[in-house]
């Protein structure tokens, strides 16, 4: 049984920190809405009033957060893990943020001897519900080894990058290859409807074949179904973007193709809204098509 700080109980932290109780786990949640920590409570887990105050029960403090800014208040801030963590604790962040930021806060928190790993994630809410997460981890080795057990509750897939912020650098490519074959199905399920084929049978057909994806296989389905109450809201995938295209322009790339899938991102949570999944990509498409 491990002591577990557990910060940002949102859409995908929630399930996660429920499969950490789950585990037989002792949890101290803390999270800036008090009723975002209810369910946890009602599971067992033990509210806190701040991340220093979850951190200082804790040996292991999971964070999962919108942003850089809220990393960097969660960790660092006045009321931060920084200030509450025991030394030789392992912070890891599981939010999806900047590699660069990333490695400032692993330095500024082994000041204290407080170790971190970052391990952002891909699987939507379903696999955060499911434990079948992939985790992507930047970090020293032995940190990983330390709190795998921990991970294995919460994915299958959990691969070492390399050293502190590799693991967002990973989350990054994996957000562009998804806005790219997301935007991909959404034209191709809308060129099969102008054409007047039915798009249910394009993707049928397609999954059997090279055309075969995860995102033709769940998101083509949600496009088809018109569903987009949020596995992944569009703000999120467009604040990654902004990352990605921000890193790749940083080792001199062009990043044309995902520039322009991100565009479509964009627009999603700026002129529909940015609380829809992303798959309401097909949305913009619809609009041009119909």
Sequence with gaps: MTDIAYIGPGIMG????LNLIAGGHNVFVYARRPEAAEPLVKAGATACDS????????????SCVSDTPDVE???????????????????????????????TFATQLATRDIHMLDAPVSGG????????????????????????????LL???????????????????NQIVVA???????????????????????????????????????HGQRMLEENFKPGFKAKLHAKDLRIALEEGRAQGLSMESSAAAAGYIFRVAEELDGELDHSAVIKLMQDVGD
Excluded at 14 to 17: I, N
Excluded at 56 to 61: D, G
Excluded at 126 to 145: F, K, P, R, Y
């Design 125 to 152: 809410e379903q696999g955060a519900i499911a434990g079948t997460l992939s985790i992507m981890v930047g970090g020293d080795a032995a940190d990983l080894a330390r709190v795998r057990p921990l991970l294995d």
């Design 180 to 218: 790219q074959t997301i935007v991909g199905v959404a034209e191709a399920l809308q060129l099969a409807k102008n054409a007047g084929v039915d798009p249910a049978r394009v993707r049928e057909a397609l999954l059997g074949g090279f055309a075969y994806s995860r995102i033709l296989d769940v």
């Design 73 to 103: 208040e969660v960790l660092l801030g006045q009321d931060g893990v920084i200030h509450g963590a025991k030394p030789g604790s392992v912070v890891v962040d599981m939010s999806t943020i900047s590699p660069s930021a990333t490695r």
């Design 155 to 173: 994915g299958k897939n959990i691969v070492h990058v390399g050293d502190h912020g590799a693991g967002q650098t990973a989350k990054a490519c």
């Design 14 to 17: 929630r399930p996660m920190a």
């Design 51 to 62: 991340p220093a105050e979850a951190a200082r029960h804790a040996e292991i403090i999971f």
